[in-house]
């Protein structure tokens, strides 16, 4: 099983050594033909309307036409307002994978940034988040499972093959995270739920 990570701006490095702590091959992924045979994707934090400009080859249409057949994508930070199917205040929607909106920077800005230990569904307790200029979900559709909130604002949440945060679990030791996507890859490699 190989898992790419998008590798065309943030924490990319962070996000492949918890995938390489869990035993698991990587790639990063910067090219429409770098997604063969990965078996699921990591979009990581960064500024969302940047990754999106330096995406190329139809790389967005590609993961849009891969996330609706239901191959797994996990987006923290910017990686999970590229797969918001709607971003407060007007801006399009890039991969449109999963049925929240979101609002960016919600969490203020980068002076703000701060840990918060959460309780996750599924995941477990006392899980570490790191905040940096965090969008926050402030809708969710009929098929999206809230996994976490913080001060009653969801900020963790999956439907089917998408899971997305709105903090950064790849800044933390803390594997528990990246173990629970894995899972979703397995399922969804095993053809199950």
């Known amino acids: 099983m190989i898992v790419g990570v998008l590798g065309l701006q943030g924490a990319v490095r962070e996000h492949i050594r ?26 990581p934090g960064g500024e969302s309307t940047t990754i999106s400009l330096l995406a190329r080859d139809g790389l967005l249409d590609r993961l849009r036409a891969m996330a609706s057949k239901g191959f797994p994508m996990f987006g923290t930070c910017a990686g999970m307002i590229l797969l918001a199917s709607e971003i407060a205040g007007g801006e399009s929607p890039h991969i449109a994978a999963i049925d929240i909106t979101v609002a960016r920077n919600a969490s203020g800005r980068q002076v703000d940034s701060f840990e918060a230990p959460l309780s996750m569904d599924g995941i477990g307790d006392d899980v570490p988040a790191v905040f940096i200029r965090a969008p926050f979900i402030t809708r969710v ?26 903090f950064h679990p790849e800044l ?13 890859v397995t399922r969804n490699q095993e053809g199950g739920d």
Request: proline letters at 3%.
């Open 18 to 43: 918890s995938l390489t702590r869990l035993g698991v091959e990587t790639r990063t992924v910067r090219r429409s033909e770098e997604l063969d045979g990965l078996a699921g994707l990591i979009l």
């Open 172 to 184: 933390t030791d803390d594997l528990r995270i990246h173990r629970h996507f894995l899972g979703i």
């Open 141 to 166: 559709g009929p098929s999206v499972r809230v996994l976490a909130e913080y001060d009653g604002v969801p900020v963790m949440a999956s439907s089917d093959n998408i899971l997305v945060a709105s």
